[in-house]
């Protein structure tokens, strides 16, 4: 699965920004630690002031294996 | 004279009521800006139905027991953030979704990746020894994930609907493996709901029909964090995890009240009519 890397201030800025109308960012790490976005974050994203998520690299996303203890 | 005028608007020509909508179901409609005849009339069945004046339901009032509803219908985030309790805008459980969701008259589509709802219904004020909560969804395709739920840790008090494959179970309010407690599921999609009557039972119905029966001590909770859809939340760091990659129609709970096992089949009846009036039913 692609998904969207992030610097440490991209993702900053991104923090409790709506990318639509009540939906918001929601940067998380993956299994390397990088900040990721979604696919879906960034192909719904019309604001013009964030339209530079388009432009960021794509990696293939390996999770972080969640764990509930 | 003004007062028979007024009927002659209400009152058809045969003396028959007009079919209004429910007052609840209207301002519902018209908060979440439903534009489609089809989800209006779903809507309003929906309403009536768990008010006990609906086809499925003449009798119960859950309406009044729910805590909060989530109809998903509109097809847009604008129209699946509100609650269908005491619909406004200024509801304190209305959702904020954040991450990777898309929205269609299916519901929402959870990405599996990053994706959830915020309810905003903390951990804290449910009761321990009665509620319920439910969810809908579509697909029917296990992994790990949790649709509905929270999780305090380090105490590990869990209270969701999802599968994981941790399978454990270690007392109160902790389910896991399967879709709740210890079963496995091969059918996991449809409506599951959670329901505590009495203590030390928890019951879990699949589609309306009971399916498994656990006991356990519930334990007390401070914890303050809110319950997710689409993942699940960890009282500890306010994070969510286990995100789930299922398109969900239908959400509820309802704290401080619970259903007989003659009310989960209504109530599922209810639930099931909403959505095949949609087309999105399993």
């Known amino acids: 699965m692609i998904v969207y890397l992030l610097t440490e201030k991209q993702k900053n800025e991104l923090v409790g920004v709506e990318f639509i109308q009540d939906n918001y960012y929601n940067p998380i790490q993956d299994f390397y630690d990088n900040w990721i976005i979604s696919s879906e974050e960034v192909e719904q994203t019309t604001n013009k002031n964030y339209l530079w998520v388009k432009d960021l690299p794509q990696i293939e996303y390996k999770p972080k294996q969640p764990n509930e203890k | ?282």
């Open chain 2, 1 to 282: 004279m003004f007062a028979n005028r007024r009927k002659t608007i209400l009152f058809s020509n045969n003396n028959k009521p007009k079919n209004l909508f429910d007052v609840d179901a209207l301002a519902f409609i018209n908060l979440a800006g439903i534009t489609s005849s089809a989800e209006k009339t779903a809507i309003d069945n929906l309403y009536k139905n768990l008010k006990g004046v609906g086809a499925q339901n003449t009798v119960h009032d859950f309406y009044t027991n729910l805590t909060a509803f989530y109809p998903f219908a509109g097809g847009k985030a604008s129209s699946f953030i509100y609650n269908g309790k005491n619909p406004s805008a200024s509801n304190p459980y209305n959702l904020t979704f954040a991450g990777g969701v898309t929205y269609s008259t299916n519901g929402a589509k959870f990405n599996g990746t990053n994706g959830f709802a915020d309810t905003f219904i903390p951990q804290n004020a449910m009761q321990r020894n009665l509620n319920g909560f439910s969810v809908y969804f579509i697909e029917n395709n296990a992994r790990s994930e949790t649709q509905f739920g929270h999780l305090s840790r380090p105490s590990f008090i869990k209270t969701n609907i999802g599968y994981t494959a941790l399978k454990q179970w270690n007392g109160a309010d902790k389910f896991s493996g399967g879709v709740v407690g210890t079963t496995i599921y091969t059918n996991i999609n449809g409506l599951t709901r959670v329901n505590r009557s009495t203590s030390p039972n928890y019951r879990v119905y699949k589609n309306g029909i009971q399916t498994e029966l656990v006991t356990a001590a519930s334990e007390a909770n401070t914890d303050t964090t809110t319950f997710t859809i689409g993942s699940i939340r960890l009282g500890d760091t306010n994070g969510t995890t286990f995100y789930c990659d299922k398109t969900i129609c239908y959400a509820e709970i309802s704290n401080g009240h619970s259903l007989s096992a003659a009310q989960e089949l209504i109530y599922y009846n209810c639930i099931q009519q909403y959505q095949t009036e949609q087309g999105r039913q399993v």
